[in-house]
């Protein structure tokens, strides 16, 4: 389908190439894991209230993903559809009590099998651009993408993103790379290839921090913690790192639209959607 744009956070990324291979054991590790991440921030207005739509037309629920996107959605080792995504669909359709059902697709054929009513709702990272919002409506976001700092243990009590004399790794020609010549021109900024480079340089000394996608920085961390650690607070900046995670339906399916909407938010203040984060994501990215 023409027009359709991926925001999928692993998307052209190399770092994904040793990282994204690991997750599907890293996932059953998570699970006995220390809780070391923290709770999701609310993604709307905690204060808002909505009363559960009429369930009348939305007698099942039709979820569409792909196999392809961990730790979201992906196979294990028996070849069982597992992530954070999965879970999350059967949690939104316990909560409305309706009927649940989750097919994984090609990507390039996942958002045609939506246009095309073969499913009432696509989980899986599709980007909320304008050639999109043509053909689909979206969900509110359930989990946004924050840019953030890594350096070294022994740094981050003492980070301080304004100094002048910070030398900080980023990976060249992404939209963190941009965030630091507008936010903080006076960084002296080392460009890297790939995202594991500028981190490795971290780790090595090299630069004193790096700055880049907070959810795939979180996994190199799984496995860098004795060294390294995020630092300063996270930074929300859509229109650089994108709205956040959403689900998609087709263009004006809005029971099935406004039935996930609640569920979402009856699972944060439930507290399900945190325990799913805290599952999934034990290096928590906030």
């Known amino acids: 389908m023409a027009g359709v744009e991926v925001n999928r956070p692993h998307s052209a990324s190399p770092i994904w190439g040793r990282i994204g ?15 070391l991440a923290q709770n999701l921030p609310y ?5 808002a209230r909505e009363m559960l739509p009429s369930l009348a037309p939305v007698p099942a629920i039709r979820f569409l993903t792909t196999a392809d996107f961990p730790p979201f959605n992906f196979r294990d080792e028996s070849g069982e559809l597992i992530g954070f995504n999965i879970d999350l ?82 990976r060249t020609g992404t939209s963190h ?6 936010y903080l021109p006076d960084a002296a900024r080392t460009g890297f290839d790939t995202e594991a ?11 004193d921090a790096y700055f880049g996608d907070a959810m795939r920085a979180s996994f190199w961390l799984n496995e860098n913690l004795a060294c ?28 099935v639209r406004h039935a996930i909407d609640w569920a979402l938010r009856r699972l944060k203040e439930n507290g399900a959607l945190d325990e ?9 990215f906030y």
Not at 21 to 35: G, H, M, N, R, Y
Not at 197 to 207: I, M, Q, S, T
């Open 21 to 35: 291979a690991a997750v599907a054991t890293l996932s059953f590790a998570f699970l006995a894991a220390p809780a």
């Open 228 to 255: 390294c650690g995020f630092a300063g607070e996270p930074y929300f900046r859509p229109a650089l790192f994108g709205e956040g995670m959403t689900i998609a339906v087709p263009a004006g399916n809005d029971p």
């Open 89 to 170: 669909a059967k949690r939104i359709c316990t909560e409305v009590n309706v009927a649940c059902t989750i097919q994984a697709w090609p990507w390039d054929q996942a958002a045609n099998a939506l246009a095309d009513n073969q499913g009432d709702a696509l989980i899986a990272g599709l980007a909320m651009s304008e050639e999109n919002a043509q053909l689909f409506d979206y969900s509110s976001v359930y989990l946004t993408l924050p840019g953030r700092f890594v350096t070294r243990a022994d740094q981050i009590e003492r980070f301080n993103p304004g100094s002048g004399n910070l030398k900080v790794g980023v």
């Open 43 to 47: 993604h709307s207005d905690p204060d």
């Open 197 to 207: 480079l500028a981190l490795e340089a971290v780790r090595n000394g090299e630069v």
């Open 177 to 182: 790379e941009a965030f630091l010549n507008r």
């Open 276 to 284: 799913l984060y805290l599952r999934w994501f034990p290096i928590g």
